[in-house]
C-alpha cells in the first residue's frame, strides 16, 4: 500500500518501509512509542478495523498535536514505562512496536526549546518540560570530568577533554545561558570545515543526557519481549550509531554487550529474529525531499521466543 504522508508537524521517516515492517492487521494492538507529529501512529491507525494504536510521547506539544482518532490511545509518558501502561490498559500481548528515536522537526524548529545550534535560545533541550535537569544545569554546574565523560560517550568527540576544559573556564566568569554562548565558549574546539558536525554532536551529547535517552531506549527494549506476542514485530528508526548499535545488538543477540545467553542444552536463545539481514535506509528521494532522513537507519526484528 503506497502511503500518502500529509503531515506538516513533523514529516515521519521511513513511513512506508517502518509501517509495512510491521505486518499489520485489522484488529491488531499496535504501539508507536514516539508519537511525534503522529505520521507513524496515524498510518497505522488508517489500517486497522477494530484494532488500537496506543502512542507514547513525553513532550505536551505532540501530545496536544493528537487528532483525536478513537483508534488512538495518547499517553503523555516516557516510553521506558512501556509495559506498566501497556498493563493499565489490558493491552498485552500487542502485534507490534514501532519506534522513530529522531528529535522531531517541531522541537528543532521552535527555537525556543534549545535543540536547534541554528537558533539562539536558552539551553533547553528537556523532551519533557517537566523534568528540572536542563542543558544549562549540566553546563553550569557538571564537574569537568563529568562533562569530558558525556561528551566522548555521548558525542562520540575526541577532544571531549578539551571541551570539558573549555566550558569550565569560560563559566568562570560567565554563566552559559544560551545556545549562541556555549558555541562561543567552545568554539577553540571546533575542526575547520567541521563546524557544524562538531556542534551538532555537542548538542547530541547534551541532548542524550537531559533526557536519558539511552537509559530509556534499554528498558523499552528489554520491555517489549514480554509485552509482544509470539510472531510480533520491533520496528526501530534509529539516528545515531549509540542507538543504532543497542538496536542491533539486543535484536541479534537478547542483550546490549557480550554474547546471547545459551539454554540448558547450550544452545542461543535470542527472543528475536533479523527481518532483513541489511539494515534500511532512507532512498535519495527521501532525502532529497528531507534531508533530517538522511542518517536514519531501520531494523525490523520478530519475536520468536
Known amino acids: 500500500m503506497m502511503i500518502n504522508n500529509s503531515n506538516t508537524y ?16 485489522a484488529a491488531g494492538i499496535y504501539v508507536d512509542v514516539t508519537y511525534g507529529g503522529g ?7 488508517k489500517q486497522l478495523k477494530t484494532g488500537k494504536v496506543y502512542a507514547f510521547d513525553r513532550d505536551v506539544d505532540a501530545v496536544e498535536n493528537e ?58 533541550m528537556r523532551m519533557d518540560k517537566d523534568i528540572a535537569l536542563t542543558a544549562k544545569k549540566i553546563v553550569n554546574e557538571y564537574s569537568e570530568e563529568k562533562l569530558q565523560d558525556i561528551f566522548y560517550h555521548y558525542g562520540e568527540l575526541f577532544n571531549a577533554s578539551k ?15 544560551t545556545t549562541e554562548e556555549l558555541k562561543r565558549a567552545i568554539a577553540s574546539c571546533t575542526i575547520k570545515s567541521k563546524e557544524h558536525q562538531f556542534y551538532a554532536q555537542v548538542f547530541q551529547a547534551l541532548r542524550i543526557e537531559v533526557n536519558d ?17 509470539i510472531g510480533g514485530r520491533l520496528v526501530i528508526i534509529s539516528y545515531h550509531s ?28 535470542v527472543p528475536f529474529k533479523t527481518i532483513h539481514k541489511k539494515v534500511i535506509v532512507p532512498s535519495e528521494e527521501e532525502i532529497k525531499r528531507n534531508n533530517r532522513a538522511r542518517s536514519a537507519k531501520l531494523r525490523i526484528a520478530e519475536r520468536v521466543v
Open 213 to 229: 535517552e539511552l537509559g530509556s531506549l534499554k528498558e523499552m527494549l528489554l520491555q517489549s519481549k514480554d509485552v509482544l506476542k
Open 10 to 25: 513533523h514529516e515521519p521517516v521511513l513511513l512506508q518501509e517502518s509501517v509495512d515492517g510491521l505486518n499489520i492487521h
Open 242 to 269: 549509540l542507538e543504532d548499535r543497542l538496536v542491533k545488538n539486543y535484536i541479534s543477540k537478547g542483550q546490549f554487550e557480550g554474547e546471547p545467553e545459551k539454554d540448558l542444552y547450550g544452545n542461543y536463545s
Open 39 to 45: 505520521g507513524h501512529t496515524n498510518e497505522i491507525a
Open 163 to 177: 571541551i570539558a576544559r573549555a566550558i569550565v573556564a569560560y563559566r568562570e566568569e560567565n554563566s552559559i545561558e
Open 67 to 124: 487528532v483525536g482518532n478513537k483508534k488512538v490511545e495518547m499517553i503523555h509518558h516516557d516510553y521506558r514505562y512501556l509495559k506498566n501502561f501497556l498493563k493499565y490498559y489490558k493491552a498485552i500481548p500487542v502485534d507490534g512496536i514501532l519506534a522513530d528515536l529522531g528529535v522531531s522537526s517541531h522541537q528543532f524548529d521552535n527555537a525556543e526549546r534549545g535543540f536547534s545550534i541554528r537558533s539562539e535560545a536558552d539551553l533547553d
